[in-house]
C-alpha cells in the first residue's frame, strides 16, 4: 500500500504566534501515524516561485494522511496556522 503525505508550503508572517503551532500540532499529527520528513531547513528554489517554508509528513496510507489533516483536534491548531502565516497544504498518495 502507498504511502501518504501531507506536504505544506509555508511562509510564515508573525514567527512568534507561529510558534504555537509547531508546538501543538507535533504531538496530534504524530499520535496519528505522521512521520516528520522534512520540517524548515535549507531550500533553494530551481525553478518558479514557492513558500519560504517546506514541511513533509509522511503517513502509512494516503486514507491515513487524509484523516490526520481532516482530524478535529488538528483543524482547531491548524486555526493558528491560517491566522500567522500564507500556506498551500497538499495531500499526495506516493509511490
Known sequence: MPKGYIIGHITVRDPEAYKEYVT???PILQALGGSFI????????MEGE???RHVV????SYEAALAAYNDP???EVAEIRKRT???VILVVEGA
Open 24 to 26: 501543538r500540532d507535533t
Open 50 to 52: 514557492v513558500h519560504q
Open 57 to 60: 509528513i509522511e503517513f502509512p
Open 38 to 45: 522534512v520540517r524548515g531547513g535549507q531550500a533553494q528554489v
Open 73 to 75: 483536534e488538528y483543524q
Open 85 to 87: 502565516a500564507d500556506s
